[in-house]
C-alpha cells in the first residue's frame, strides 16, 4: 500500500489556479523532491496537504484515509509533520520546552489529569522530557537546551525546526526549503542530517528545495512543478536533461549549478 496518493489535486485562490491536477504516489520510505519555479505551486501543495488549505478538487490519501480538509492538527496526529520556508519556532520558549511543547498533542490526558498531577499525568510528561532530551542529543542542539530559538545560528533553528516536526512522531515529514538560507558548510551537514534521519526513524521524506545540488544529491524522484502543473517527474539525472525543465528554468541560475 503507497503511504500517500494523491489524485487530481487542484487548488485556485480566487481566480487564480495555483495547483492543477497533480497526482502522486509515494511508497514507504521514499525521499522525494519537489522544485518548479518561484510561484510554481510547491508550497500551496504542502499546504493542502498538511491541512492549511482545503483543496478546490481531488483527493489526498494517506494511508488510505481521505485527509483533504482536514484540520492541521488532526493531519499532524495522523502522521505528517512539516517545517517551513520561513522558520516559524516558538520564539518565547526554550529550545527543550520548543520540543516538548511540540509531543503535547497526542498525549490524551484530560485537565483533571493536569490538575490532580495524576500518575498518567507524570509518566506522560517524564516520556515528553525524555523524547526531547534525545532529540536534542541526536540533533546536536544539547548545549543550546536552554537558548531560546532566536539566538541560535540560522543553520541551528532549521535543525531545531527539524527536531521539533520528528517529536510528533511523523510516518511522513515535509520540508520546505530546509536549505534556505544556509551557507555551504550547514548545507553539507543538511544533506547529512536528512539522509541519516531518513535512515534512523525509517521516515518517508518530501521536500521542496530550490539548491539544486541538495535536490539532486538526496532525492531519489523529483516532481517539477511550473504554473501549477506537473511538467515532469523522474530521477534527478532525467530532470535535470529534461528541456521542458531546461526552458522553465530558462534564466536561472538554479539549474545550471546543479
Ligand atoms: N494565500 C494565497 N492567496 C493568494 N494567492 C496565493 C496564496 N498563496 C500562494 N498564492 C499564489 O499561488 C501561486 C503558487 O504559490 P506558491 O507559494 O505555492 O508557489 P511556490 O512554488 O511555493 O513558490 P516559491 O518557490 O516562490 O516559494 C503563486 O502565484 C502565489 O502568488
Not at 505528517?80 to 498525549?107: E, K, Y
Not at 526531547?132 to 539566538?151: D, F, K, T, V, W
Amino acid at each position: 500500500m503507497a503511504l500517500l496518493v494523491i489524485r487530481k489535486l487542484t487548488h485556485y485562490f480566487g481566480g487564480l489556479r495555483a495547483v492543477a491536477n497533480f497526482n502522486l504516489s509515494v511508497q514507504g520510505g521514499e525521499l522525494l523532491g519537489l522544485i518548479g519555479p518561484n510561484g510554481a505551486g510547491k508550497t500551496t501543495v504542502f499546504n493542502l496537504v498538511c491541512g492549511f488549505y482545503k483543496p478546490t478538487e481531488g483527493q489526498i490519501l494517506f494511508q488510505d484515509k481521505d485527509i483533504a480538509g482536514l484540520r492541521p492538527h488532526a493531519v499532524t496526529a495522523m502522521g505528517i509533520a512539516r517545517t517551513f520556508q520561513n522558520i516559524r519556532l516558538w520564539n518565547t520558549l526554550s529550545v527543550f520546552d520548543n520540543l516538548c511543547i511540540a509531543q503535547h498533542f497526542r498525549l490524551g490526558y484530560g485537565l483533571l489529569d493536569t490538575i490532580l498531577r495524576t500518575g498518567r499525568y507524570m509518566r506522560r510528561e517524564r516520556a515528553v522530557r525524555r523524547t526531547a532530551e534525545e532529540l536534542l542529543e541526536i540533533m546536536g542542539l544539547r548545549h543550546y537546551a536552554q537558548e531560546q530559538p532566536s539566538n541560535l545560528p540560522y543553520g541551528l533553528q532549521r535543525r531545531l525546526e527539524i527536531a521539533r516536526a520528528l517529536a510528533t512522531q511523523p510516518k511522513l515529514l515535509l520540508l520546505d526549503e530546509p536549505a534556505a538560507g544556509m551557507n555551504p558548510g550547514e548545507i553539507q551537514q543538511l544533506v547529512e542530517t536528512i539522509r541519516w534521519i531518513r535512515q534512523s526513524f525509517q521516515l518517508t521524506i518530501w521536500l521542496i528545495e530550490h539548491h539544486m545540488r541538495v535536490v539532486m544529491s538526496v532525492c531519489e524522484r523529483v516532481q517539477v512543478l511550473d504554473f501549477g502543473e506537473t511538467i515532469a517527474d523522474g530521477s534527478p539525472e532525467d530532470i535535470r536533461r529534461n528541456p521542458r525543465v531546461i526552458q522553465a528554468y530558462l534564466g536561472s541560475e538554479e539549474l545550471s549549478h546543479a
